[in-house]
Nanobody, 124 residues
Framework: QVQLVESGGGLVQAGGSLRLSCAAS????????MSWFRQAPGKEREFVGA????????NYADSVKGRFTISRDNVKNTVYLQMNSLKPEDTAAYTC?????????????????WGQGTQVTVSS
């Protein structure tokens, strides 16, 4: 089992950057595929991106491709979401999720563990 805690959210102007962190408990972090999802008020949860447990391969939603980058530090048990060129439409609660020793999935139902989320607000 793993517990996830996000941090790094906040208020930023359009065009700015933020880096979100998701710290995981447990000793087997490297075996988890880690993903980021987001949900804006009145909208459905949306896949943002993910990094695999094996090989560190990544996958991104088209809406963030080229602007967001996911990375992981298996020593610090942390996954990061670097967000550049932020737009007002990126405003949402961002949550990290984990699934054990399975490939990247874009559906939230495929993930077993979730953090509490961190709010990102991008002003125009």
């Amino acid at each position: 089992q793993v517990q996830l805690v996000e941090s790094g959210g906040g208020l930023v102007q359009a065009g700015g950057s933020l880096r979100l962190s998701c710290a995981a408990s447990g000793r087997t972090f490297s075996y988890y595929t880690m993903s980021w999802f987001r949900q804006a008020p009145g909208k459905e949860r949306e896949f943002v991106g993910a990094i695999g447990w094996s090989g560190g391969y990544t996958n991104y939603a088209d809406s963030v491709k080229g602007r967001f980058t996911i990375s992981r530090d298996n020593v610090k048990n942390t996954v990061y979401l670097q967000m550049n060129s932020l737009k007002p439409e990126d405003t949402a609660a961002y949550t990290c999720a984990a699934r054990y020793m399975r490939d990247i999935a874009t559906r939230g139902e495929s993930y077993d563990y979730w953090g509490q989320g961190t709010q990102v607000t991008v002003s125009s």
